[in-house]
């Protein structure tokens, strides 16, 4: 059973645990729900089980990794190679709820809330290669030394995302501002593509119809059953042969 609906939750809870703090505690809890997020996203994929085992092992041991060093370090250059963890771990999940999403027969209610999932994903996937950039480099992230941190990260991004560009927060680096280009068409890209078309092929099934979509009934109010159709044309037959009292003139 699919249970996007939950994944897309966490995700909400996982942003706004970052959004309200930030400091190495907030970065190594929003990992934590980051591996939950992968391990969800997992659950539901249409890979092979030995792959899944695999790639859950891969997740949980490495991000362990990850968070014992943040917490045991608050060197700029950890923390950089630990968001570079994050946006790898959140790329995969977002090709995977994708991926998903494609294969599903009908487009369901779970298929937007997959949709919607992988877009907020991918914002904070790009908030996360901010952070590898700021902290694996020697120049400051933002221009005009604005504060660079979890929070602001994610800011940036979700404004570049939308496309919203308020301007309060710009990036100073040419490597920085590409990928800000990057991440506002993949954004585009996404809405106008993905989730357009999945919300325009979503229906809600009418109230007391079947799942074929026919009346409610075994036939329609005016409508003739299917048994009733081939019978018709056999009667007429028979009411036409010569001798009936309806062949007779008059």
Known sequence: MDRYGLLLATLIIAYLVSALTSSRVTQALQVGFFVAITLLALRVSSLPRRTVVLARSVTVIGSVIVVALVAASGNKEVRGAASIWTAAMLLLTAVLIVERALGMDTVTIQTIYAALSAYLIIGLMFASIYGAIDGLT??????????????TFQYFS????????YGDFTA?????????????LTGQIFLATLVARL???YRTPPRGAPPGGGPAGPAGEGEQ?????????????AQARPGSREWQEP
């Open 172 to 184: 100073v680096g040419n490597f920085g501002r590409a990928v800000a280009v990057l991440e506002a």
């Open 158 to 165: 979700f404004t570049t995302l939308t496309t919203l560009g």
């Open 138 to 151: 020697t120049t400051d992230f933002f221009a005009n030394g604005q504060q660079a941190n979890i929070r």
């Open 225 to 237: 059953s299917p048994d009733q159709q081939a019978r018709a044309p056999a009667e007429g037959e």
């Open 199 to 201: 919300v325009a092929a």
